[in-house]
């Protein structure tokens, strides 16, 4: 591996490196456990494949990001994994964005997005993991909670080994070599990997779910088994059609905005359902069945301004108003946001990343310190930034959906609350659990701080 272009002084190792080869080899493990998996990532290259020649183009063509892009999903069961996991993927160079609480849709869960943030490192491999952790205080059975916490407290999801190599990397991450990060990677890959075997007897099991799908989920097996991994594709609505057309059992609505805009904003995700997949269970070795895994394809467009996401959640609630005739009532409700990149620029609604387009050197002076300006004379150019995260709503009701055959969680109770619990979750992290939006309005201002430099401006002026 090359050098880690998070110090100043070469290592044998680089984060951004490190975590393309995890995503890679974490591809190919869920590729062989879930073989819809890799039927689902075929249609998508077939889907993407004819998008392209259409437009006279091929793969080669896109950014190297969008051929290797992926996100994944794990709910973790304590304080300690949590914690524990924050480590690993800091070593991989992706840190806590945004803090999900799942309580809102009766799930005993919060959580945030670990991820890659500065512009070079998403422009090598963009990969995220959703990741919660069950809070049991949310749990109404004080027998149930009690089992959980116990079971949990004999479960360790990271080995001695991997432990080691953590700790040794965070140390002195120049005694990482090559050989080491390889074996961090076999390491890791434990931690996601699927199970068949559940640690509970079946009646543990059945008492779990009973209470919550997701506790059982959590509680009953060795690994926190990744549930879900999801590629890129440029058009969802033909991926969800082939997915229909070779039997696939895909959801019957995809999240996020509505389809036909011109100018795609946040994401649009959908999935086939989760699988009824052979469990043994320990003690009496009895077989029965568990649903977890699915698979989940995503397509990303802008990400937004806090204007264009309270205009979308405002849209959105409107839709949902209205859900037995959902498709025409999110259409007509979205007609109110622009569709047009100059219009979502000049209103705010969008972040966009600014370079300049022409050699200005010969060009008299002074130039024009107003973005507009300067985009209208043709010298800076901008395209809108790919949104990175995930929408509580949408990925609430992947979720949702995916449990449908384990009796839904329409009618699941909670111990209630009453408050966010953000700040705890960072204590839990040990590290400050970063705002999308901010990160997007300082990769926004970095673009345009490098416009000023090389115009030799001392400040340019956004609408």
């Not at 490190?18 to 995503?23: A, E, G, H, K, N």
Request: with cysteine.
């Amino acid at each position: 591996m090359t050098s880690n272009k998070q110090g100043s002084n070469p290592l044998p190792w680089d984060a951004d490196q490190l975590r393309s080869v995890f995503v890679h080899a974490l591809s190919d493990m869920y590729r062989e456990e879930v073989p819809l998996y890799g039927k689902l990532v075929d249609i998508v290259r077939t889907v993407d494949n004819s998008v392209l020649e259409k437009k006279g183009q091929s793969v080669d063509d896109l950014p190297i990001r969008h051929q290797v892009e992926r996100h994944g999903a794990i709910r973790l069961g304590t304080t300690h994994e949590m914690r524990q996991i924050s480590r690993l993927f800091a070593i991989m160079g992706m840190h806590p964005v945004g803090y999900y609480d799942l309580e809102m849709v009766g799930f005993p869960l919060h959580g945030t997005a670990f991820r890659p943030t500065s512009e070079e490192s998403l422009r090598q491999n963009p990969f995220r993991v959703f990741t919660t952790v069950l809070r049991p205080d949310l749990i109404v059975s004080s027998t149930v909670r009690e089992t959980a916490i116990e079971i949990l407290s004999r479960r360790e999801l990271f080995s001695p080994r991997l432990c080691e190599l953590m700790d040794q990397a965070e140390q002195d991450a120049g005694t990482l070599t090559q050989k080491d990060a390889d074996e961090l990677i076999v390491e890791a890959l434990k931690i996601f990997k699927w199970h068949s075997r559940s640690t509970v007897p079946l009646e543990t099991y059945l008492s779990l779910k009973q209470e919550h799908p997701m506790v059982a989920d959590i509680v009953c097996f060795p690994s926190a088994h990744i549930n879900h991994l999801t590629p890129r594709t440029l058009d969802i609505d033909a991926v969800q059609l082939e997915m229909i057309r070779q039997g696939l059992p895909a959801k019957e609505v995809i999240e996020g905005p509505p389809p036909g805009r011109k100018c795609e904003i946040l994401l649009r995700q959908t999935s086939f359902k989760a699988l009824e997949e052979q469990v043994v269970f320990s003690g009496s070795g009895v077989s029965g069945t568990h649903t977890a895994r699915f698979g989940e394809v995503e397509q990303r467009g802008a990400a937004v301004t806090r204007k264009g996401r309270d205009l979308y959640d405002r849209l959105l609630a409107a839709a949902v108003a209205n859900e037995d005739n959902w498709d025409p009532s999110l259409a007509h409700a979205f007609q109110e946001y622009p569709d047009g990149w100059t219009e979502l620029r000049k209103q705010g609604l969008v972040y966009f990343r600014y370079r300049v387009s022409q050699d200005v050197a010969s060009r008299r002076k002074p130039l024009p310190t107003d973005m507009e300006a300067l985009l209208q004379a043709g010298i800076v150019e901008c395209e809108p930034i790919t949104y990175e995260d995930f929408l509580p709503f949408s990925a609430a009701g992947i979720f949702a959906s995916n449990l449908a055959g384990t009796n839904g969680t329409a009618d699941r109770k909670l111990q209630a609350t009453g408050c966010s619990s953000r700040a705890e979750l960072v204590g839990v992290l040990g590290r400050e659990i970063l705002s999308e939006i901010d990160v997007y309005e300082a990769l926004q201002k970095a673009s345009v701080d490098e416009v000023a430099n090389a115009l030799g401006l001392e400040a340019i002026t956004l609408a």
